[in-house]
């Protein structure tokens, strides 16, 4: 008896038809912020690589802040940030852009700062001897890189990738703090309608969602990682 006054199972059923529509809106900011975070990442990657001392110290630098900057801080930091800045230094007012712009800047950041780390040991664990060879026969080091060491770096960087991804999704459930409405968001509403009644029901469906996601995530990438890695064993033997 207890049990059924604090938890209602047909409550909990009845919630993942009203959550689902919004995970849209949460794969949709995740993907941008993967776009632009995985393009940053990779300038931040050979920056670190390169032979500038001050790229070095600018990129390692931003990695440093990234990580020791705790995501709900970037967020408010961006989204109080980014405005106060932009009227200050350039007279435009960015009080009424969307929400989910901030959350995309700052999950992007977040992202760029980790796969710099990850492109970075990627490249690094291709033997460097493969990139001389490929220059030593008539490539350009662009060539040489795009043929050469970035499939093989592509393989090596999938698993950190797929646990960036799911990092990402999940860290992307605090956007709700700013007023965005993804699939979290639409959980606190439904909480606050029912003025906090059911509270648990919600959230034990929002955890369910995630953790599909999530087991589906790490799974399709370790397919992956299978499917490429025989495929560069299969063109190495040959």
């Given amino acids: 008896m207890f049990f059924e006054k604090y938890f209602d199972i047909d409550y ?17 900011v995740a993907g941008l912020a993967v776009l632009f975070g995985t393009l940053l990442g990779l300038l931040l990657a050979f920056m670190k690589m390169g032979k500038s001392k001050m790229l070095q110290i600018v990129a390692h630098s931003y990695t440093t802040v ?11 930091l961006v989204y109080y940030g980014v405005p ?15 929400t989910g712009v901030f959350v995309v800047i700052t999950f992007s950041l977040q992202f760029a700062a980790m796969m710099s780390e990850v ?42 990738f797929g646990n960036g991804l799911i990092a990402i999704l999940q860290e992307g459930a ?6 965005f ?8 509403l439904i909480i606050s309608s029912n003025f906090n009644s059911h509270a648990l029901e919600i959230y034990i469906a929002l955890a369910v969602i995630y953790w599909v ?14 499917a490429f890695s025989k495929g560069s064993r299969s063109i190495k033997a040959s």
């Avoid at 909990?12 to 949709?28: E, N, V």
């Avoid at 800045?85 to 009080?95: G, K, P, T, V």
């Avoid at 409405?181 to 606190?188: L, P, R, S, T, Y």
């Fill in 84 to 98: 106060f800045l932009s009227e200050a230094l350039f007279h435009i007012h960015l009080q009424d852009i969307y």
């Fill in 66 to 76: 990234m990580r020791c900057t705790p995501s709900i801080v970037l967020l408010f």
């Fill in 174 to 179: 605090l956007a709700y703090t700013i007023g």
């Fill in 12 to 28: 909990l059923w009845g919630a993942f038809p009203q959550l689902l529509p919004y995970l849209k809106i949460t794969f949709a």
């Fill in 181 to 188: 409405i993804d699939i979290v968001g639409k959980a606190n």
């Fill in 213 to 226: 996601i999530s087991i589906v995530i790490e799974k399709v990438f370790d397919l992956l990682e299978k």
């Fill in 119 to 160: 492109i970075r040991s990627a490249i690094l664990a291709i033997d460097k001897g493969q990139f001389e060879a490929a220059v030593s026969v008539g490539l350009t080091p662009w060539q040489a890189y795009r043929r050469i060491i970035f499939p093989q770096a592509f393989v090596v960087a999938l698993p950190n």
